[in-house]
């Protein structure tokens, strides 16, 4: 009560693009009287009775939608019931002196006074506790816990609170000498090589055969985007899948790559070939372990960021770190929630991407890494939007990147087969990002645009 | 009309263990009258209005159930989206003459004349080869249609029908050069090693590398349940999942290992410990193609036909080849859609394997087969259970193995951890298998009555 529900819950339902539907006022519609009246003509137990059936109502539907349940619904055993079936549910956390402050004198049946409020607050907190999968105060807050994402200043040292039963960890070596995880662990670390050269199918087939977790194990990733996305898959395929909880300690990877269950490794042919879908039942996001990360490592990171600003309409890039990571870190799991198998919505989250791929290959993956490709082809994307560049210019300053132009031209070509004249791209528009078809040669020119002569 | 739909629908609902709506009952049961009368009182569109009213609510529920729709609710738009947005949709195939006989008569409103009737049958046939993503005429057919199963001499020649797209082909030598599928496909078939030697992570490693597909591609598995199985993990991990179709060629495959889903590859460690749930878009089964079977492969399938007969209480092991198949995929397919993960009810299809996996090992995987395996572990299972043994002494006539007693005791006991001196094994009841603890001593006697001196 009192903690921002319908406010919070109508955003929410924004973010993951679902219909939003406030219990009390459901009943409310379907009665024709106030939450006040009813309980002053059926007492409490007559309102909590019809909750119950509306709230039984609401999540047995096949088709998704956000609900905001009343503070008092979880004393009924079958909504509690339903909730941990039927729902990923929240607990919206507030304090009992700001609950009171916002609850009393609004007509609320429950907020009379304020020892009964206090008292009521105290006996609900251990029913919370039992159905809520996890706990928020916003709605990017609501939006990370429904995706199993804890954002958090050191979150990383409560890391056993979140990891479960036996566990194995895959880490890198550099990772595991900065920040030793205190972790239970059923076997010595898995030390993988550090960057893409973990991705490869040579690492996942030594991990199949080092693993010694049963189908109740965890596997722990705790590293950057390719340690995750390695051991993301490992897990996926070990025993057909194994619950992974996956610890990024790069920016890339706390706003971006650890986000979302797409997990790969490359082949000889291309990059992420071979994957899996396969969401981690945790993902613990510490921002306290960027301080050790090198410049030019935040720098890759701050391209994804600027990326997701661009995205999401907000100036993320110009937060403090923690925020600017839980910000990010919320946008990409909403997206990711809303389109689990990347079938549409989720691929506006290449904005820019298609030019940094192409100048990538033209470098031969060498001479360029990904986050100043990525950030080359923000301008890309943007330019061919017609949107201002400055926002990329001021945080990211990319210089044009000094790769064959015919091979990246090719490369871009192999990867968005033309259709009459016509590539496909992912732009931007004043909704956020949108897949569109441009003129060929509107995008030759525009990548041609970003490279050095 | 008159096609079953309420006996046969009663049927799968027991099948998949769901409820069963008859949507008319339903309907009568809501307004109190008979459909004659609601026809009678609001004519037909009043009926239809009523009809999608209800099709879309109980279409609605995130709970799944059995629904039976007569055979008008297709001719509204509303009724033909849901049923293609929400639900597997089996069309009850009958002739129009059988049709006839059955609802004439009968009190049916739109079955008052042979004239009309048979105008009506014939204007609905687009309709529901609109909305049908399967056919059938039984309560198995439904089953095997909603798990995109086709069992039918000579759907083998039919392959192309079901393989939409760009295709590439997975398969062995020998079945290729038995069984030539006439598809066009991308590239040349990728030619497996037979038997368990394609099961490996080289195989699926050379099958990443080689596929041209792209996303919307299908690759075809054509052979036995090792082809089904690495070809099945490699279509479920490159690019991270495409689809795939199943062709078993062999008994164990059409009766078992290509149904359900599971696709593994083999480790030096252990069988299967690597793979995906994947359900193929289709498994097509041809047991005509069983034709040129060695009798020691037929025998190999044999095991796990006794095996589906005594889990389904049916002597599915005495019926002709096509119907044979035919039953025994049905029941793998409904146990398979009950529990697509393997949670629970799906590892009753273990029957007699954790003894028979205990004599695999104890032989090394040398000298014994895995069917002869299943058929001792049979017995055994059998014997624990209570219950005669005549099915599979009869039919599959097993000899004790002749394996290292202790090496396979220490398998089981790896394979099945004990709990205060009991093993988990399944049983045989009379409703079906099930899950039960065994006193060590008794499992560590049934298993050595299996093993020749």
Chains 1, 2 share one sequence.
Not at 348 to 366: C, D, K, R, V
């Amino acid at each position: 009560m009192g903690a921002g529900k319908s406010t919070i819950g109508a955003e929410v339902a924004k973010l993951l693009g679902r219909p939003f539907v406030d219990l009390d006022r459901e009943i409310e519609a379907r009665t024709g009287a106030s939450v006040a009246q009813i309980f002053e003509e059926r007492g409490e137990s007559g309102f909590r009775a019809l909750e119950a059936e509306v709230a039984a109502e609401e999540l047995g539907h096949a088709a998704l939608s956000v609900l905001a349940l009343g503070g008092g619904a979880v004393e009924t055993e079958a909504v509690r019931q339903a909730l941990t079936d039927r729902a990923a549910t929240v607990l919206l956390e507030v304090e009992p002196d700001a609950a009171w402050e916002r609850s009393r004198g609004k007509k609320r049946p429950l907020a009379r006074d304020e020892a009964s409020f206090r008292s009521l607050y105290e006996r609900r907190q251990p029913l919370y506790a039992q159905v809520a999968g996890g706990r928020a105060r916003d709605a990017d807050g609501v939006v990370l816990a429904a995706g199993g994402v804890v954002v958090e200043p050191g979150a990383f040292s409560r890391l056993a609170e979140v990891v479960e039963g036996p566990a194995e960890l895959v880490s890198d070596a550099r990772v595991l000498e900065l920040h030793p995880p205190s972790l239970a662990l059923q076997t010595p670390p898995h030390v993988l090589r550090s960057g893409e050269e973990a991705k490869t199918i040579e690492t996942v087939a030594r991990l199949w055969r080092e693993l010694r977790l049963d189908r109740g194990g965890t596997l722990v990733a705790l590293g950057g985007g390719c340690v995750t996305d390695a051991a993301g898959f490992a897990a996926a395929t070990y025993l057909r899948g194994i619950d992974w909880v996956a610890v990024p300690t790069t920016l890339v990877g706390q706003v971006d790559a650890a986000i979302g269950g797409k997990t790969a490794v490359n082949l000889p042919e291309g990059k992420n070939l071979v994957g899996a879908f396969h969401w981690p039942a945790s993902t613990v996001i510490d921002p306290e372990l960027l301080a050790t990360l090198p410049a030019e490592q935040r720098l890759e990171g701050m391209a994804e960021v600027v990326k997701t600003g661009l995205l999401a309409g907000e100036q993320l890039w110009e937060l403090p770190d923690a925020e600017l990571v839980r910000r990010s870190a919320a946008f990409k799991t909403a997206l990711c929630l809303r389109d689990p198998y990347d079938r549409g919505l989720r691929q506006t989250l290449n904005l820019g991407h298609t030019f940094a791929h192409a100048l990538e290959a033209g470098a031969e993956y060498e001479t360029i890494t990904h986050g100043r490709a990525v950030a080359l082809g923000l301008l890309a994307a943007l330019r061919l939007s017609g949107r201002p560049t400055d926002a990329v210019e001021e945080t990211l300053a990319p210089e044009p990147a000094r790769v064959d132009r015919e091979r990246a031209w090719q490369a871009l070509k192999r990867d968005k087969k033309s259709t009459g004249g016509e590539l496909r791209v992912v732009l931007l528009g004043d909704e956020g990002g949108y897949a569109a078809s441009a003129p060929e040669a509107d995008v030759r020119r525009a990548l041609g645009e970003l490279i050095a002569d």
